[in-house]
């Protein structure tokens, strides 16, 4: 008797890869978000688009982005896309820390997937 194991698909999701923050002699700072892609699937799956706003110490949108149109994710497998803020604002710099929030929306073969995640990195001394 031949036992077979059904494996079922799973939607891929989007979240936040890595964080960091690079600072300037200025003052100033850039930080730096990967928001990923990820397919846990075992054959590729296309996403239609991955639209996302990066919000920085609970600020509104500091910057939108609409990537991945029609791209496919390899199976098991991520897309990254960084987005790189400048932040010249010394009151958020002097906290010591840089809050922040992503949120959007992820399309796949018809689904509309949202997702949301919130992070923190903190500024080196």
Known sequence: EIVREVVLPALPR?????SQVSMYGDGTADLSVTVAVGNP??????VSQLAYAVHVNGLASVRRAAVATDERVAPRADLTYEE?????????????HIGFRVEGQL???????????????ELPR
Do not use: C, T, W
């Open 14 to 18: 989007a979240y936040v890869f890595a």
């Open 84 to 96: 790189v803020i400048h932040i010249m604002d010394k009151s958020i710099l002097a906290a010591g």
């Open 107 to 121: 399309d796949v073969d018809g689904f509309q997937i949202p997702f949301q995640e919130e992070g923190q990195v």
């Open 41 to 46: 699937n075992a054959f590729p799956v296309r």
